[in-house]
């Protein structure tokens, strides 16, 4: 049975930092892109950021660039996504995903490109 299983949130003041991980036991994490996406209540889950198979390539949502940064460990079988400079809007349950398709270089924004989710971590960012 897969699992990804996210950690990390918390309660921050603005221009705080927190940083995110996502244990997965998924036998092929280390060939598959994974993600991170936000949702915050009657709104649509949206796409933070994403990282290939290797590590290589990384895609960002507009709103995050140059403040959060993705990376994985695939030996540890996790991902984390280090967040500095929060903003209140950046307040939302945070979850990560996995795609079922190995060795893909493109980041796939979508939510029905991943086939894994965690059950989020809630990430509160005050004035």
């Known amino acids: 049975q897969v699992q990804l299983v996210e950690s990390g949130g918390g309660l921050v003041q603005a221009g705080g930092s927190l940083r995110l991980s996502c244990a997965a036991s998924?036998?092929?994490?280390?060939?598959?892109?994974m993600s991170w996406f936000r949702q915050a209540p009657g709104k649509e889950r949206e796409f933070v950021a994403g990282?290939?198979?290797?590590?290589?390539?990384?895609n960002y949502a507009d709103s995050v660039k140059g403040r959060f940064t993705i990376s994985r460990d695939n030996p540890k079988n996790t991902m984390y996504l280090q967040m500095n400079s929060l903003k209140p809007e950046d307040t939302d349950v945070y979850y990560c995903?996995?795609?079922?398709?190995?060795?893909?270089?493109?980041?796939?924004?979508?939510?029905?490109?991943?086939?894994?989710w965690g059950r989020g971590t809630q990430v509160t960012v005050s004035s």
């Open positions: 995903a996995a795609s079922g398709r190995p060795f893909l270089d493109n980041i796939l924004t979508s939510t029905t490109a991943y086939d894994y």
């Open positions: 998924l036998r092929t994490f280390s060939v598959v892109s």
């Open positions: 990282i290939n198979w290797s590590g290589a390539k990384t």
